[in-house]
C-alpha cells in the first residue's frame, strides 16, 4: 500500500463538490476532467494539500474527474492528504434523500469511492451526517473492519454535536479526528451560540452550544463548509461587511477571500475552513489563508462579526 501519512495538512481544505459537471448521472466529459485538473492545480500551487470529497456529489463524479487526476499525475496520491465522505443517500424516483449509515453502506460506498478515486485507501473518512435509525454499536463494527482491512486510515464526521459526536465515541474502537460543519462570517451560529446564552436569542440559534468546546477538549479538529459564504462579502458587493472585508485586505495587503478564512482561523478552535469554489482564481485568493497567520487584530475580528450581524452583541 502506498505511503500517505508524511504529507503535512494544510491548514486550508480543498472541498471538491464542485468538480465532475452537472448533478445528474450523465457521465462526466472531458471538459468536466479538465476544469478538475485546472482547479486541483490551483490548489496546490495555493499550498493545499487536503482534498475534500463525499461520494455523492455530482452523483459520484466529483470523486470518478478526481480519480482521472490522479491516474494522471503521476506521484500526486503520495502528495495529498484524500477525505470523502459516505452515509447521504440522494433522492431516487419516488424515494425522498435519506441517511444511511448501516454497518454493510457504509462498506460498500467506501469500496465503491475507492474505484472512483483509482486509490487504494482513503486517508479520512467522514459520516456525513447522522443517521437516527442505525445504532453506534452497528457503526463501530463498519469502521473497524474498514480500518482493519487498511481500507481507510482515519475517522471523523460532519453536522454532527458535541453529544452525538461523545455518544458515538463511546462505542468506537478508532478514534475520531474531524468533524465539518457549516461555518463562516455568513454562517455565524457556531460562534453566536456562544455568546446568546442566558439570552432570549438563544433559542433561534440552531448551532449546538458547546460543539466546539467538545471538539477542541478531545482533540477533533473542526473543518468549516462554505466557508467563503459563497461569494457573498468577496464578491465586490457593497452590503457593510462587504466593504469591511474589502477594506481590511487592502490594508493587510491580502484579499477578501483571505479576510474570510482569517476571520474562522482567528478562533481558538484553530477552525480549518473549507473552501469550494472551482475556478482556479479564486482558489489562488486563497493563498494568504495557507501560509500567513491570520493576521486580525481582536477588534477587527469583532468588527468583521458584528457588522455581518448588523446589530451590536448582547
Ligand atoms: N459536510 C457537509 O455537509 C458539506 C456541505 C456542503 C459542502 N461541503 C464541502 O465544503 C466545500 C465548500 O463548501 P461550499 O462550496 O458550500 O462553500 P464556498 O466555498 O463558500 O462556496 C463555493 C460555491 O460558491 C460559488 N461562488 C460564487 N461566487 C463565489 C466567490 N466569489 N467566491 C467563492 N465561491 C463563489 C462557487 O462557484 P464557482 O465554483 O463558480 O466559484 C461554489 O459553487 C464543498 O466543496 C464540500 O467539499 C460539505
Known sequence: MASHTDVRPSRVLYGCMGLGGAWDTSPHTAEDIAAAEAAVEAALDAGITVFDHADIYRHGKAEAVFGE?????????????????????????????????????????????????????????????????????????????????GLVRRFGVSNMSGAQIAHLRAHLDVPLVANQLEMSLERRDWVESGVLVNTPAAADSGFPHGTLEYCTANGIQVQAWGSLARGRYSDGGDSPAARLVTDLAARKQTTPETILLWWLQRHPARIAPVIGTSRPERILACRDAVHREPELTHEEWYDLWITARGAPLP
Do not use: F, M, N
Not at 70 to 92: N, S, V, Y
Open 69 to 149: 487526476v490522479l491516474a494522471r499525475t503521476p506521484g500526486l496520491r503520495e502528495r495529498i492528504i484524500l477525505q470523502t465522505k459516505c452515509g447521504i443517500r440522494l433522492a431516487e424516483g419516488e424515494r425522498p434523500g435519506l441517511y444511511d449509515l448501516r454497518g454493510p453502506s457504509i462498506v460498500r460506498r467506501v469500496e465503491e469511492s475507492l474505484t472512483r478515486l483509482r486509490t487504494d485507501v482513503i486517508d479520512v473518512l467522514l459520516l456525513h451526517r447522522p443517521d437516527p435509525l442505525t445504532g453506534p454499536e452497528e457503526i463501530a463494527k463498519a469502521l473497524a473492519s474498514l480500518h482493519g482491512q
